[in-house]
């Protein structure tokens, strides 16, 4: 099939790629905003105990979450990859041919990053221009960031540093899903395979 695509389809391409690591953001994001509004925002109760058992418990449960989905972008991304290469074979499908939706190691740290672009904008602002709206969303939206170095009385700019560890568990997460999918294809292959042989035995 013919693959001369121009610059305008490589454009659209790339807009699907965005659209497609900006659907794999959504469950991590939405799990940022919901743990830190319910457990992770007694941290601001006035116990001590409280605070240091609300704050542990609330970074586990995200951390957990983003295991969970950063596996499962990643077998999603396995599987696409699959599936395009029959695509590409068989048609001139633009998203297969330039391999949207497929799997790549650097997409677990982009998809990871973007998760955190919301409270990088709303911590910015804050650093450069302190005022309450501000501080309200990042206590209330992203107090997984907020808390743990606040509680200690720092600078507020220390607060990016949330941002790493949280890219590099969906990152590390996104490559043990794609492993795991890709052992799991080599499985159904060697299977598949052992079956045509099966068949020709018995002929």
């Known amino acids: 099939m013919t693959t ?13 790629e965005f659209l497609d690591m900006l659907a794999s953001v959504a469950f991590p994001f939405m799990l940022q905003l919901i743990f830190s509004a319910s457990v992770i ?7 001590a ?27 999603a991304g396995v599987r696409k990859s699959v599936q395009n290469v029959t695509k590409r074979a068989n048609s001139d499908d633009l998203k297969a041919h330039f391999h949207v939706g497929e799997y790549a190691l650097w997409k677990g740290f982009v998809i990871g990053l973007m998760s955190c672009v919301p409270f990088a ?12 709206v501000c501080e309200f969303i990042l206590k209330y939206a992203f107090g997984w960031a907020w808390y743990p170095l606040g509680m200690a009385g720092v600078t507020q700019w220390l607060n990016f540093i949330w941002i790493i560890p949280l890219t590099c568990v969906h990152a590390g997460a996104y490559f043990w899903g794609g492993s795991l999918e890709r052992k799991r294809q080599q499985q159904v292959a ?3 395979e052992m079956g045509k042989k099966d068949k020709k035995g018995k002929k």
Not at 41 to 47: E, K
Not at 54 to 74: C, H, P, S, T
């Open 4 to 16: 001369d695509f121009g610059a305008a389809d490589k454009r659209k391409a790339a807009g699907y």
């Open 121 to 132: 904008l709303f911590q910015l602002i804050n650093c450069a221009v302190p005022n309450s």
């Open 41 to 47: 925002l007694f941290a601001d109760s006035g116990d």
């Open 49 to 75: 105990a409280v605070k240091l058992v609300a704050l542990i418990f609330g970074e586990l449960l995200l951390i957990g979450a983003y295991i969970i989905f950063g596996r499962q972008n990643g077998i």
């Open 190 to 192: 060697a299977a598949a």
